[in-house]
C-alpha cells in the first residue's frame, strides 16, 4: 500500500491527513490557532504557531497510523490563500506576523494605486480587481511601515511568501522558495497567461522580484525534500501544491469546463472550471488559475468569494455567547420552518463577489417580537447560502454553461439545514461527496500524481463517490420573495466606512 500525506493549513486551523491509494482517509490530525485583531478591520496570525502545530500535527497523524515518514510517497500543501508574511530566506524565521486574507489595512493603498492603473488593466493581466483581500496590498504595507522588513527587502533576505511558500520552506529547510501558479495567481502581481510575475505590475506596486518565490506548477514537480531532522524524520519529496479552493477543485474531480464546487469553510468559495482559455467575468467574478500539471497549458476558473462562512458560526459562539457549539446552533436551526423574517448579512469585512464593496458592514434585518434564537440561528445559517447563491447566479452567466448541479464540501455540509436550504434557493440539486476533506484530498492527488501512485485524472474521476444529495423543493414564487429580502438587506450594509463609491 502506498501512502500520501497532506498539509491543509487553513485560515483558523492546520490539519496533516494520511490518505492510502485508493484515495480515503488512514489517520488525520488537527489543531487551531489564535486569530489576532491588532486593529478593527486587522487580522493577523503567528506563523511560528502555525509551523509548531504543522510539526505537531505530521507526527501526531503518523502515531495513529502507525507509520513512520519514510512510508510516505510524497507531501502535498494546501493553504488559506492570499494570506502572506516576510520570512527570512536563509532561516524560514517570520520577520512579521501573517497577514491574513481577510484583513483591510492595504485598503487606502488600493485606492491609490486604482487611480494609477485601471481596473480594465489590471484585471486583463492579473484576472483580478481591486481589493485589500489580493496579497500585493498586504506585502505593500509591510514595506512601508515595519522598518525590519524595508531593511531585509532591500537586501533580498526577506521573501514575501503565502502560507505555501513558508510551510514548503520550513520542511525543506530552505532549499526550496516556490509557490504554485495558483497561490501566485492571488498575490495581484502575475500574468494570468503565462504563469509568471508580470513586471509591469512590480513596477507599479514598487515590490522587486527578488522579494517574491518562484512561481512553479501545481502537479508534475517534485519542489524539494523535507529536511530528515524535522517532524517527518525522514526525507519525503514536496510534490503537490495548489491553493486551498482550487485543491477542492481537484479533489472534487472538476476537471472538465463548466464543472462547480462550493467549499464552506471560514469563508465560502464557489469555483467553475473555464478550461485552458482565459476569459474574463462581467459581473464581479474573478479569473484565478485552477492548476497547472507540468508540461501541460494552465486550467483557468471563475471564482466567486464569500468572506464570513463558517466564521458567521464561530462569531454567533464565540462573541454572542448564543451557542455552546455549531452543532447546537445547527440543531436551533431545524426546529424552525423558516428564518422567521430575519436576515443576515455578514459584512465583516466588506462583501466580496459580486459585489465588491469593502466599505460594506454587517447587518442583523428584519427583527420582530416574533424572531427567537432558533430564527436567528437559522438566518446565521441561511446567510451563507444567499451569498453563495448571488455569486452562483452570475457564475452562469460568465460561464455561459447552465449549472445543473452542484458538488459541496467543507465543515459545513454537515449542515443538513443550510445543505437544503441551499438547494432550494438555487434551484440545484446539491451533492456531497464521502470523503468531504476534498481540499485536502486535492493536494494529495496533485502530490500522488507527480510521484505515479496515480496515473492520471481519469483515475482520480473513478475515486470520487457521492455520499448524499438535497433536491430543490420549493416554490418559485417562496424563492424569489426571500431572494427580494436578502437583497433588500444587503443594500442596508453599503455605505458604513468611508469610500470613493456610492451606496
Not at 478550461?275 to 479569473?287: A, E, M, P, Y
Not at 424552525?336 to 454587517?362: C, K, M, Q, T
Not at 444567499?386 to 452570475?394: E, G, K, L, Y
Request: aromatic letters at 10%; charged letters at 20%.
Amino acid at each position: 500500500m502506498k501512502y500520501v500525506g497532506s498539509i491543509d493549513q487553513g485560515t483558523t486551523s492546520t490539519r496533516f491527513i494520511i490518505f492510502d491509494e485508493e484515495g480515503s482517509i488512514v489517520s488525520s490530525s488537527q489543531t487551531e490557532h489564535r486569530q489576532i485583531y491588532p486593529r478593527p478591520g486587522w487580522v493577523e496570525h503567528d506563523a511560528e504557531e502555525i509551523w509548531r502545530n504543522t510539526a505537531s500535527v505530521i507526527t501526531d497523524a503518523l502515531a495513529k497510523a502507525g507509520l513512520e515518514g519514510s512510508d510516505l510517497a510524497a507531501i502535498g500543501i494546501t493553504n488559506q490563500r492570499e494570506t502572506v508574511l516576510p520570512f527570512s530566506r536563509t532561516t524560514g524565521r517570520p520577520l512579521y506576523n501573517a497577514i491574513v486574507w481577510q484583513d483591510l489595512r492595504g485598503e487606502d493603498y488600493i485606492h491609490s494605486l486604482s487611480r494609477e492603473l485601471p481596473e480594465d488593466e489590471l484585471r486583463s493581466r492579473t484576472g483580478l480587481l481591486y481589493s485589500p483581500y489580493f496579497s500585493a496590498s498586504k506585502i505593500r504595507w509591510l514595506l512601508d511601515n515595519v522598518p525590519r522588513v524595508r531593511e531585509a527587502a532591500a537586501s533580498g533576505e526577506a521573501v514575501f511568501g503565502t502560507i505555501d511558500c513558508y510551510i514548503t520552506a520550513r520542511l525543506t529547510g530552505c532549499s526550496a522558495i516556490v509557490t504554485d501558479v495558483t497561490n501566485a495567481s492571488r498575490y495581484m502581481l502575475m500574468d494570468i497567461r503565462t504563469g509568471e510575475w508580470d513586471d509591469a505590475l512590480l513596477s507599479a506596486t514598487g515590490i522587486e522580484r527578488k522579494n517574491l518565490p518562484e512561481i512553479v506548477s501545481s502537479v508534475g514537480c517534485v519542489y524539494g525534500y523535507t529536511d530528515p531532522e524535522g517532524p517527518l524524520g525522514a526525507a519525503v519529496p514536496v510534490a503537490g501544491m495548489l491553493g486551498d479552493q482550487q485543491a477542492a477543485l481537484f479533489g472534487q474531480a472538476c476537471f472538465s469546463e463548466g464543472e462547480s464546487k462550493c467549499t464552506y469553510g471560514t469563508g465560502c468559495f464557489l469555483l467553475t472550471n473555464i478550461g485552458k482559455d482565459v476569459r474574463f467575468s462581467r459581473h464581479g467574478l474573478i479569473t484565478t488559475a485552477a492548476y497547472r500539471i507540468e508540461g501541460f497549458p494552465m486550467s483557468y476558473a471563475f471564482e466567486g468569494s464569500v468572506a464570513v462562512a463558517g466564521s458567521l458560526v464561530q462569531w454567533t459562539r464565540d462573541q454572542l455567547g448564543m451557542v455552546s457549539s455549531p452543532r447546537e446552533l445547527d440543531a436551533l436551526a431545524a426546529t424552525v420552518p423558516d428564518n422567521g423574517g430575519v436576515y443576515i448579512v455578514p459584512a465583516f469585512s466588506g462583501l466580496f463577489a459580486p459585489y465588491w464593496r469593502s466599505e460594506a458592514r454587517g447587518v442583523i434585518a428584519g427583527l420582530t417580537g416574533y424572531a427567537t434564537r432558533a430564527h436567528i440561528c437559522r438566518a446565521v445559517l441561511e446567510a451563507t447560502a444567499f451569498q453563495a447563491n448571488d455569486i452562483f447566479s452570475v457564475m452562469e452567466k460568465d460561464s455561459g454553461v447552465s449549472i445543473r448541479s452542484l458538488k459541496v464540501d467543507g465543515g459545513m455540509t454537515n449542515s443538513i439545514p443550510l445543505m437544503a436550504f441551499q438547494a432550494d434557493i438555487m434551484n440545484v440539486p446539491v451533492i456531497r461527496p464521502q470523503i468531504v476533506e476534498t481540499t485536502s484530498l486535492g493536494a494529495a492527488f496533485a502530490a500522488g500524481l507527480t510521484m505515479g501512485v496515480w496515473d492520471s485524472l481519469d483515475t482520480l474521476r473513478r475515486y470520487w463517490k457521492e455520499q448524499m444529495r438535497w433536491l430543490p423543493t420549493m416554490d418559485d414564487k417562496e424563492r424569489e420573495n426571500k431572494v427580494g429580502f436578502w437583497k433588500k438587506a444587503v443594500r442596508c450594509t453599503l455605505g458604513w466606512m468611508p469610500s470613493d463609491k456610492e451606496c
